[in-house]
Structures are given as structure tokens and as C-alpha cells.
T-cell receptor, first 113, second 109 residues
Framework: NAGVTQTPKFQVLKTGQSMTLQCAQD?????MSWYRQDPGMGLRLIHY???????DQGEVPNGYNVSRSTTEDFPLRLLSAAPSQTSVYFC????????????FGPGTRLTVL | RKEVEQDPGPFNVPEGATVAFNCTYS??????FFWYRQDCRKEPKLLMS???SGNEDGRFTAQLNRASQYISLLIRDSKLSDSATYLC??????????FGAGTILRVKS
């Protein structure tokens, strides 16, 4: 099993550009989520999904969109990148009811100039 | 006030030392508690759950004090490989985990 995979590993954008961060898992987990991690702050939940076709907002959803058309994939879209979105983004998955054990992908390091 | 607060450290300790980290949380309705470990430039991974009665996993002991709303992690006989950032995590219900900013541990020979 590959676990949780994320692409790309690194990305540099200019202000105003849009892009999609990809996330896939092969563990048949119902629950998937996106976090961002900034220095001096804990991981903050952006959006999450409890199954295909169901998404909900987390703590910091502004500027981001998600969709969940399959169990395996949970892409994160940045609509119009801003320097404040410079961060490390982690995708995670788990079984519903066992969200305490999140399996994280390796992360995407995003810089917005 | 942050929902989950940790001393950022770093804690610099020699091999073989015992070190303890504390974490406080603000939501008294929090349901469950965990410690995650994050190596430098890697993803977080679950280290252990924290039970009201306390629990031990080898050299690691986790304790919960609901009355004072804090969680602790004790590491005995520290190894070089224990060097990492330790994240305190609180389940506040509704499918949501709140992560602390982490405590950095550096174990030196």
C-alpha cells in the first residue's frame, strides 16, 4: 500500500495564480482532510470529508475549495493564491469513528510570491 | 487563548535522560487526547493515545488530568532517535482534532 500520497512536493506560485494540490489514499478510508502547518502554530484544519460527495469546512477554509468525487481522491484547490497561503499542506485520512489516528501524506511545501 | 498550548522548547537533553512535556487545553468538553510525533520536514504520526488512567508504551508514559485540563508525556532513557517535535492533539468532537504547535526535543550524545 502506498498510504496517502500528495503531489506536488514543492510548488512556487505568483499571487493570483490558481492551482490544485492532489491527494490520494489507498486504504479505503472514509474520512479525509486537509491541514496547513505554519511556524509556531499547530496544524489547522482547512476542509474535511466523511465520504464521497460530502465535504465540510474546517477552521481556515477561506481561499480554498475541495471536492470528493471518489473515496480515494481529495484535491485541494487554491482559487487565487495569496502570500498568506505560503505554508506546508498536509492531507490526511482515517476511518470514520477513528479520526484520532490520522494517516498523513508527506506534505506539499507551497510558496506564494 | 489557543485551544491547545504547548511549551515550544527546544528541550535539549543528553542521552539517557528523562524528559517531560506538558500540554494544556481550553475546551473542557474535549473528548479524547493524543500525542503525535513529527520528525523534521516529515509528516506527523500517531505516537500514543492518552487515557484518564494514564498509559505506558515502553519508555513513553502519557497522563491526563481532566480537572486541570492538561496532558503530559514522559520519555525515559532518551535515545538520539527520540529527537523530534511532539504534538499534543485534542479531539473536541464533531470529527475535529485540534493540534498544538508542538514541543521540540533534541537528544544529544
Amino acid at each position: 500500500n502506498a498510504g496517502v500520497t500528495q503531489t506536488p512536493k514543492f510548488q512556487v506560485l505568483k499571487t493570483g495564480q490558481s492551482m490544485t494540490l492532489q491527494c490520494a489514499q489507498d486504504m479505503n478510508h472514509e474520512y479525509m482532510s486537509w491541514y496547513r502547518q505554519d511556524p509556531g502554530m499547530g496544524l489547522r484544519l482547512i476542509h474535511y470529508s466523511v465520504g464521497a460527495g460530502i465535504t465540510d469546512q474546517g477552521e481556515v477554509p477561506n481561499g480554498y475549495n475541495v471536492s470528493r468525487s471518489t473515496t480515494e481522491d481529495f484535491p485541494l484547490r487554491l482559487l487565487s493564491a495569496a502570500p498568506s497561503q505560503t505554508s506546508v499542506y498536509f492531507c490526511a485520512s482515517s476511518y470514520v469513528g477513528a479520526q484520532f489516528e490520522q494517516f498523513f501524506g508527506p506534505g506539499t511545501r507551497l510558496t506564494v510570491l | 487563548r489557543k485551544e491547545v498550548e504547548q511549551d515550544p522548547g527546544p528541550f535539549n537533553v543528553p542521552e539517557g535522560a528523562t524528559v517531560a512535556f506538558n500540554c494544556t487545553y481550553s475546551n473542557s468538553a474535549s473528548q479524547s487526547f493524543f500525542w503525535y510525533r513529527q520528525d523534521c520536514r516529515k509528516e506527523p504520526k500517531l505516537l500514543m493515545s492518552v487515557y484518564s488512567s494514564g498509559n505506558e508504551d515502553g519508555r513513553f508514559t502519557a497522563q491526563l488530568n481532566r480537572a486541570s485540563q492538561y496532558i503530559s508525556l514522559l520519555i525515559r532513557d532518551s535515545k538520539l532517535s527520540d529527537s523530534a517535535t511532539y504534538l499534543c492533539v485534542v479531539n473536541i468532537g464533531g470529527n475535529k482534532l485540534v493540534f498544538g504547535a508542538g514541543t521540540i526535543l533534541r537528544v544529544k550524545s
